[in-house]
């Protein structure tokens, strides 16, 4: 169903935007705890260990405890207003301009529309799309997500405000360079190995269990997700490092903190006082996180576009009859 197929299609543009908008917000719902935790990590400059006695997080289980009982339950949600709109925006035209992209290698090269390369392809420039679209609300979701109590921004309207008169617009696209740069080989590569693992489900099931399709869909997006984001996770964590710039007042809570010059300057200063370890700071999480939401974003929008498909369906055979 990702993807288009001229044997098998019944979704149109709209309605694959559709789909994957709804997809995108049970997605976010579902996954915001482990965002807020994965970037909690992701910011903390000590090392995360529990030998570091400065070090605020030090591991998943102690991270959440930590944040319920200083924060609430509710910390949990922090930035998920922003964080929707991200999600539903990002996911619609995401998988628009996928469908859109792939149904253009079809109609007009040689190439085949299912082909692992062209969903690689495709796939990449999908995101940059979304990524570019959505980057403004993506900065404000890390902002809300990264502050503690009390609050710098007690509301979205406040903080758009806010920051658009202190630091000016391009503020909303803080770390838009180390996005795209990870972005197009993330988004390829799910796409890419989504499309692999199916094709090798397929040769594996046999045909009389073809009813597993929901659970299957959740794992093949769920081993693409695990892998697209080990491979390209260090750009994760520079653009959300960039994307507090100007914030530090609100990080003081959390330990020490680190102003950037840009991308290669937050490069250097994490290589030289974090190490190489540093790179990858909030792995954990974020391989938790990947293999939930890539996993489910795959598996919400498939049951959309066949829920999408039924209907359609149901409403040419009550035509007819």
Not at 169 to 190: D, H, M
Not at 239 to 252: C, D, H, M, P, T
Not at 256 to 262: F, L
Not at 282 to 293: N, Q, T
Request: hydrophobic share 45%; glycine share 8%; net charge positive.
């Amino acid at each position: 169903m990702v993807g288009y197929d001229p044997e098998a299609r019944c979704v149109s543009t709209l309605e694959a935007a559709a789909a994957g908008s709804a997809a995108g917000l049970v997605n976010r719902l579902l996954v915001c705890p482990l965002d807020v935790v994965k970037i909690r990590f992701q910011l903390q400059i000590e090392e995360l260990s529990s030998r570091n006695p400065l070090a605020k997080y030090h591991g998943i289980l102690q991270a959440a405890q930590r944040i319920l009982r200083e924060e609430g339950l509710f910390a949990f949600w922090k930035g998920h207003v922003p964080a929707q709109f991200l999600s539903v925006g990002y996911g619609a035209v995401q998988f628009m301009v996928f469908e859109s992209l792939t149904k253009l290698v079809h109609n007009v090269t040689s190439y085949s529309a299912r082909g692992s390369f062209v969903h690689f392809v495709c796939g990449g420039l999908a995101a940059c799309t979304a990524t570019v679209a959505v980057q403004p609300v993506d900065t404000l979701r890390t902002r809300f997500a990264a502050q503690g109590e009390p609050k710098i921004y007690p509301s979205l309207r406040h903080a758009v405000v806010t920051m658009y008169q202190t630091e000016g617009l391009w503020t909303f696209y803080r770390g838009l360079t180390p996005t795209i740069i990870a972005v197009f080989p993330y988004a390829g590569l799910q796409f890419s190995f989504y499309n692999i693992f199916q094709q090798f489900s397929e040769w594996v099931i046999p045909a009389e269990r073809k009813e597993a399709g929901n659970v299957k869909n959740l794992v093949c997006g769920s081993c693409a997700g695990i892998i697209s984001k080990t491979l390209t996770y260090p750009f994760d964590l520079f653009k959300k490092r960039l994307q507090v710039g100007g914030f530090e007042q609100a990080r003081a809570a959390f330990g020490q903190v680190r102003t950037y010059r840009g991308l290669l300057d937050c490069v250097r200063q994490i290589m030289r006082e974090e190490g190489p370890g540093g790179l990858f700071k909030g792995l954990s999480p974020s391989l938790l996180k990947a293999a939930v939401s890539t996993g489910l974003i795959f598996f919400w929008y498939e049951m959309f576009c066949s829920l999408l498909c039924a209907l359609k369906s149901t409403d040419i055979t009550k035509r007819r009859s």
